[in-house]
């Protein structure tokens, strides 16, 4: 049984795509996030934690055309421990998130999408309806 987790932050560089030998595409990246929170003297502190992730195959390449660094993401996947030996023979180790879904945070941005025949999502535009906003072809 595998726990999935979910990580919102920011890229840290430009995604990384390598292929393998098998022909396999493989995408490496950072992502940072942010917690903040009031302390006992009421003042906000903050920390930043950043992730390694992996991420494979068609996301792999749809990632790697699609964002750069400073995009914020959604990364839904599996944490996973790798180890090795370093030159001196030592293991090291660390944990990284293997994404199973990488998607654009909206919450603070708007983007264009293009589908995989090169053309642009039609988007929907608000009306504004006073305090509120409606969709203008659509009933929620």
């Given at each position: 049984?595998?726990?999935?987790?979910?990580?919102v932050?920011?890229?840290?560089?430009?995604?990384?795509?390598k292929i393998t030998k098998t022909g396999s595409?493989?995408?490496?990246?950072?992502v940072?996030?942010n917690r903040?929170?009031?302390?006992?003297?009421?003042?906000?502190?903050e920390?930043?934690?950043f992730?390694?992730?992996?991420a494979?195959?068609?996301?792999?390449?749809?990632?790697?055309?699609s964002l750069?660094k400073?995009?914020r993401?959604?990364?839904?996947?599996r944490l996973?421990?790798?180890?090795?030996?370093n030159?001196?023979?030592?293991?090291?180790?660390?944990?990284?998130?293997?994404a199973?879904d990488i998607?654009v945070s909206l919450r603070?941005?708007?983007?264009a999408?293009i589908n995989k025949?090169g053309?642009?999502?039609q988007?929907k535009k608000?009306?504004?309806?006073g305090?509120q906003?409606?969709?203008?072809?659509e009933?929620?």
């Amino acid at each position: 049984m595998t726990a999935q987790v979910t990580v919102v932050g920011n890229l840290t560089a430009d995604p990384e795509l390598k292929i393998t030998k098998t022909g396999s595409s493989v995408l490496k990246v950072g992502v940072a996030t942010n917690r903040r929170w009031k302390n006992k003297q009421d003042e906000w502190e903050e920390e930043t934690s950043f992730f390694d992730v992996n991420a494979w195959g068609e996301l792999a390449d749809n990632v790697a055309a699609s964002l750069s660094k400073g995009s914020r993401v959604l990364i839904s996947g599996r944490l996973e421990q790798q180890t090795w030996e370093n030159k001196e023979g030592q293991k090291q180790s660390k944990v990284v998130l293997v994404a199973d879904d990488i998607g654009v945070s909206l919450r603070k941005a708007q983007v264009a999408g293009i589908n995989k025949t090169g053309q642009q999502a039609q988007q929907k535009k608000p009306v504004s309806v006073g305090k509120q906003t409606s969709w203008d072809d659509e009933s929620f």
